[in-house]
């Protein structure tokens, strides 16, 4: 699998986070997890053997301040990939 995260300074408030998955060969995305400075922002359960998913999450984090985000991808056969993305 492979994981993508981005972030762009909101002009009102924090910051809004882009996720996106995309399966590599025969996997599927069985499983998304997205957790944001500690809380879980997302969790889904595709049920189309999705092959990608994206997701933005808005005026999230902290500004000024240290952000983390985390996602956790499983596939059909509950292989689990991770990705993780910290800033200031």
Same mark, same amino acid.
């Given at each position: 699998m492979k994981i993508n995260i981005s972030h762009t300074k909101n002009t009102v408030l924090g910051w809004d986070v882009n996720v996106s $998955?995309?399966?590599?060969?025969? !996997?599927? &995305?069985?499983? $998304?997890? $997205?957790? &944001? %400075? /500690?809380?879980? /922002?997302? !969790?889904? +359960?595709? @049920?189309?053997? +999705?092959?990608?998913?994206? !997701?933005?999450? &808005?005026?999230?984090? %902290?500004?000024? @301040? %240290? %952000?983390?985000v985390e996602v956790t991808v499983s596939d059909q056969d509950g292989d689990e990939t991770r990705a993780e993305q910290k800033w200031s």
């Open positions: $998955v995309q399966a590599e060969g025969e !996997q599927k &995305i069985g499983q $998304v997890e $997205v957790r &944001i %400075n /500690e809380l879980r /922002e997302a !969790q889904d +359960l595709p @049920g189309d053997a +999705l092959v990608s998913w994206e !997701q933005q999450f &808005i005026q999230k984090g %902290n500004y000024p @301040g %240290n %952000n983390k």
